[in-house]
């Protein structure tokens, strides 16, 4: 009997077609047959993908690749996932189309890869961290699963996925997670609710004069505890910036905004507002204003005033005032640093750092009346702001809205057989907008409100749009774009690479090219900072032979390697101590060394997981050793890589890459005359930046409609040269955009369609595992209703840790004005296929979180912090269902996999 699934609100099939009879004459129902094959794909991808670190592999894969065996047939590859994507979708790519077989696939590649493997270049386990080949292969291997999976359908027609949708979506009718970030109030990050609330002006004493600073006034709440008030200058940001590089180095740290000391203007309408604004001026006896507009009372009190405040308050004050405009000082240096100090407490480990810590706590301070009336007048003006953001993507979203109707038509052209080939012949043939077909038309209308939105969200809805502004408009003004053009005009790039081709990679009388020269320098320097880091550590652990034992390890052959490894595991012990005690490598240890190894690591185990300095010195002895274990692995590597790079084939390959990618692009460069939108570009950079700069100097009550519209206009002036560059590179590209197309809508046939080879029968594949006594029936069917469940229970649990994320970060739909015009359904990937990616690559991305060099640190330290970080992971994935155990349908694996080859090798 299969298990009754419980329905769920979230699951709107409930289980149901899990549940449903499988159709006349079959055993399996369409869920089973899907999360059957899902299974046995995703195993065979992760042991072809595996199998690729073996020299062999490309021996085994068939043509184009030569092989010992002789000619390999499709349907005997011995990887026919990877050897079917690589015929189909790689060696048909437009530029690698035209690549010999012999001369570069078996001459150059083959003997380039085969060459890598049989280095052996270090893994994850070897090093115990992740490499990024570790990373990409994950990731390779999830979408190669997902495009399987999703292209390649059963025979029966019925197969299913869970299906599971978000009920609780809020729509709020902007791009609320921008708007909540910008929040001054009740966004905690890490345990931190950071606002930088308001200026002041503080007054310190040099020699004879007083000088005038700003000081942000930043409120910090932390949970359980009263919010406080802290104040700290710019400079103080700067040292909190230097002081987190010093405490985290090698991080990538957010850049500190520049000092801008620049005041914004607004109107406020309050009453009280009048009447604070009066009476701290009146009472000011003989202050004066310094040149902000700030006013210094004698004795360095500092007041925050208005120009316009002081000049209203020597006429009698009108009751009748409803509005005043008043001059908020440095305001875009304010909400600059709130972006940056938001953007800091994102990282976990900075937000827990005494430097974080001591910045928003110590020396808190109590704000006076004045300063109150400064905080309340820069909430409100965040307030306006964010309405002012509301209002504008509401308008950018009823505007984009009206093309609905147009888009789906343009979605349903895109969507069919040669959809992409068809747009860009329009594009082509038609040398300006006008000229396109209406729903085209439609598009680049739709298309324009987009790009309007993105430039509003960029350079005026963030915190740190202001800093962003300042360096695109930086950056802009240096660009010396007319001498750029006339360079580019003039030179012939085809020349210029050849003759850098020639310079690099030429090899006079037989001796090593110039770039070989340059790699082979670059790679003896590091080997040799990885000897005198060796030479310091084995004068630390004081003993020779074994050092000698640990680079033995390092450079025996794979085979002992493993075998090594293997004992590791099976002992549960570290891969020091079975290297040290290993007879398979020179030379064996005395019982003394042995025991000093076993007692360090049990000292090791002890410091690391107690935080107390008992058997310290055992402790720090053995991490000497994990240390010169991995700088004789990274030694290794280096020199392996350097063999590679010395080898012929390995320049000659360079030298073919680098021919069979530039040529076709330099030819559409030249006919394209791609130089004269460069002068378009300077115009719409100059026209972007004053409507921007317009919008900056807008009143919060302007109206929206203008706002908007003067973003749309910007894009419309510009459009048809955008349009005029895109129609020259179609209509000079020799075929070659043509070529990208045909290649992209074969995919896409793949994904929609499936292979010409036929479908995967799996209830055919079952019954006759059944009939011959294969496989138990029952057990079987029970193993695949268990992955079920576990696909389902993961969905759920995934459902209700996103929406417990959101709550707590106050966020909901990310969309930028208009509408999603595709779905992954229209390229052949099924919805819940790519839900299965989304939460996979969660879980790879949430690991990968927080990682950076941490060879200077204490080793003991990093040891505890990766530990630390591992069981961060599990709190991370706690509630997490278990993926089941199981045996029986792994017997299909056979029959499947020749099944499997038939359906792929047309």
């Not at 449903?20 to 991808?45: D, F, M, S």
């Not at 860009?424 to 006008?434: H, L, N, T, V």
């Not at 652990?541 to 293997?566: G, H, M, P, W, Y």
């Not at 010169?628 to 084939?649: F, G, N």
Request: contains cysteine.
């Amino acid at each position: 009997m299969q298990e009754a699934l419980p329905p769920d609100p979230a699951f709107p099939n409930g289980g149901e077609g899990g549940n449903a009879p499988p159709p006349a004459g079959q055993i399996l129902t369409g869920r089973q047959e899907h999360y059957l094959k899902r299974e046995l794909i995703a195993r065979q991808v992760r042991d072809e993908i595996t199998e690729l670190n073996s020299p062999t592999a490309l021996q085994r894969f068939g043509s184009p690749f030569r092989s010992e065996y002789g000619e390999v047939a499709p349907v005997d590859s011995e990887l026919p996932i990877l050897r079917h994507i690589f015929v189909h979708h790689v060696r048909n790519f437009p530029f690698l189309d035209q690549a010999r077989e012999k001369e570069f696939w078996q001459d150059k590649l083959q003997v380039f890869l085969e060459s890598f493997a049989n280095k052996h270049v270090s893994s994850s386990e070897d090093r115990l961290e992740e490499t990024k080949r570790r990373k990409l292969a994950r990731k390779c291997e999830k979408l190669v699963e997902l495009m399987m999976v999703s292209g390649v359908p059963t025979a029966s027609g019925y197969e299913e996925r869970i299906q599971f949708s978000e009920m609780e979506v809020v729509e709020r009718g902007a791009n609320d997670k921008g708007l909540l970030v910008n929040m001054p109030e009740g966004h905690a990050i890490n345990g931190w609710d950071v606002n930088v609330a308001a200026v002041r002006v503080t007054s310190i004493k040099r020699t004879v004069r007083y000088h005038p600073h700003a000081e942000f006034l930043i409120r910090v709440n932390q949970e359980g505890k009263e919010g406080i008030h802290v104040g700290r200058r710019y400079g103080e940001f700067v040292k909190l910036h230097r002081r987190l590089r010093t405490e985290f180095p090698g991080k990538n740290l957010p850049p500190l905004p520049r000092k801008n000391k620049s005041s914004t203007s607004s109107w406020f309408s309050s009453a009280d507002d009048d009447n604070s604004s009066v009476s701290s001026v009146s009472t000011q006896g003989t202050s004066l204003p310094d040149d902000s507009g700030q006013t210094l009372a004698p004795g360095g009190h500092q007041r925050s005033v208005s120009r316009s405040s002081m000049r209203s308050s020597k006429s009698p004050r009108v009751s009748t005032d409803v509005s005043r405009e008043t001059v908020l000082y440095r305001e875009e240096q304010r909400v600059s640093l709130r972006a940056f100090l938001r953007t800091l407490l994102q990282n976990k480990r900075i937000a827990e750092s005494k430097a974080m810590e001591e910045f928003l706590i110590a020396g808190p301070i109590k704000l006076n009346e004045e300063e109150m009336i400064d905080v309340q007048k820069r909430k409100e003006m965040d307030a306006a702001r964010i309405e002012e953001q509301r209002k504008f993507y509401e308008i950018a979203r009823q505007r984009a809205a009206e093309l609905d109707v147009y888009m789906e038509n343009f979605r349903r052209d895109i969507v069919e057989s040669n959809g992409l080939t068809k747009l860009f012949a329009e594009i082509r043939e038609k040398s300006s907008i006008a000229e396109l077909s209406p729903q085209y038309q439609k598009f680049a209308e739709w298309l324009r409100i987009e790009v309007a939105a993105t430039l509003y969200h960029l350079f005026l809805a963030e915190d740190n749009s202001p800093e962003l502004f300042a360096q695109a408009k930086r950056i802009h003004g240096l660009v010396p774009y007319t001498l750029l053009k006339n360079v580019i005009r003039i030179a012939n790039p085809a020349a210029v690479m050849s003759g850098v081709l020639d310079l690099f990679l030429a090899q006079p009388f037989g001796s090593r090219s110039l770039l070989q020269r340059i790699f082979s320098l670059t790679l003896n320097d590091s080997i040799k900072d990885f000897q005198k880091s060796i030479a310091s550590l084995t004068a630390k652990v004081e003993d020779s032979t074994l050092s000698q034992k640990l680079k033995s390890f390092a450079d025996a052959d794979e085979v002992i390697k493993n075998e090594i490894r293997e004992e590791a595991a099976a002992e549960d012990v570290d891969i020091i101590v079975a290297i040290l005690r290993s007879e398979l490598l020179s030379p064996e240890l005395t019982t003394e060394q042995i025991g000093k190894v076993f007692n360090g690591w049990v000292a090791w185990n002890h410091a690391v997981d107690n935080v107390d300095l008992e058997m310290q010195q055992g402790a720090q002895w053995f991490a000497h050793m994990k240390q010169l274990l991995k700088l004789y692995t990274r030694q290794r590597d280096k020199a392996m890589m350097l063999s590679i790079v010395e080898e012929p084939a390995t320049l000659q390959l360079f030298r073919d890459l680098f021919t069979i990618f530039y040529e076709p692009l330099v030819r559409v460069y030249k006919s394209a005359n791609v130089y004269s939108s460069i002068t378009d570009f300077a115009v719409f950079a100059d026209d972007a930046i004053g409507v921007i700069e317009s919008a900056q100097r807008q009143d919060a009550s302007a109206d929206p409609n203008q706002t908007v519209q003067a973003f749309i206009d910007v894009c419309a002036r510009h459009e048809a040269n955008f349009y005029k560059f895109i129609h020259e590179v179609h209509l000079h590209d020799n075929g070659l955009f043509q070529s990208l197309m045909s290649w992209i809508e074969e995919i896409l046939d793949f994904l929609r369609k499936g292979p010409q080879g036929g479908k995967l029968d799996m209830n055919a594949l079952f019954q006759g595992a059944v009939g011959v006594g294969q496989i138990d029936k029952d057990v079987a069917l029970a193993e695949i209703n268990s992955l079920i469940k576990w696909h389902e229970d993961r969905k759920r649990w995934h459902l209700n840790k996103t929406r417990q994320k959101m709550a707590a970060e106050g966020t909901a739909n990310e969309s930028i004005p208009g509408t999603a015009t595709f779905k992954g359904s229209d390229f052949g990937l099924d919805e819940g296929d790519l839900e299965d990616l989304t939460i996979s690559d969660e879980g790879s991305d949430a690991s990968d979180e927080d990682e950076e060099d941490e060879e200077l640190d204490d080793p003991i330290a990093v040891e505890r912090r990766r530990r630390t970080k591992k069981q961060d992971q599990l709190r991370r994935t706690a509630g997490e269902p278990v993926k089941p155990e199981v045996q029986e349908i792994l017997k299909l694996t056979d029959p499947f996999v020749v099944m499997l080859r038939y359906v792929l090798a047309e």
